[in-house]
Nanobody, 125 residues
Framework: QAKLVESGGGVVQAGGSLRLSCVGS????????MGWFRQAPGKEREFVAA????????SYAEAVKGRFTISRDNAKNTLYLQMNSLKPEDTAVYYC??????????????????WGQGTQVTVSS
């Protein structure tokens, strides 16, 4: 059974930066794509960024393109999300996820089967 644990969330002022981490266990993650999603209060969970198995292909939501960077360290079974120039509208619980099978940078939430518990990011104005 795959397990994902996020960390790195917190409170930051607008314009600041945070780096989220997601450590995987329970299976070899190097063969699978991974993604970050977020959910703000009263809203549906939405796609943020995705990365393929090797890290050579990435995809971003338009709202974060140019500000966020997704990366992974397969030797450490760890996924990262570097978030710069944060805005109040980035406030949400951030989740990492991975599919049961598939190595691509999937943007569709329905492709993902395993989820972390989430980490809160709050950006104050």
């Amino acid at each position: 059974q795959a397990k994902l644990v996020e960390s790195g969330g917190g409170v930051v002022q607008a314009g600041g930066s945070l780096r989220l981490s997601c450590v995987g266990s329970g299976r070899i993650f190097t063969s699978y794509g991974m993604g970050w999603f977020r959910q703000a209060p009263g809203k549906e969970r939405e796609f943020v960024a995705a990365i393929n198995w090797s890290g050579g292909s990435t995809s971003y939501a338009e709202a974060v393109k140019g500000r966020f960077t997704i990366s992974r360290d397969n030797a450490k079974n760890t996924l990262y999300l570097q978030m710069n120039s944060l805005k109040p509208e980035d406030t949400a619980v951030y989740y990492c996820a991975t599919p049961d099978s598939g190595s691509y940078a999937y943007t569709d939430i329905h492709e993902y089967d395993y989820w972390g518990q989430g980490t809160q990011v709050t950006v104050s104005s």
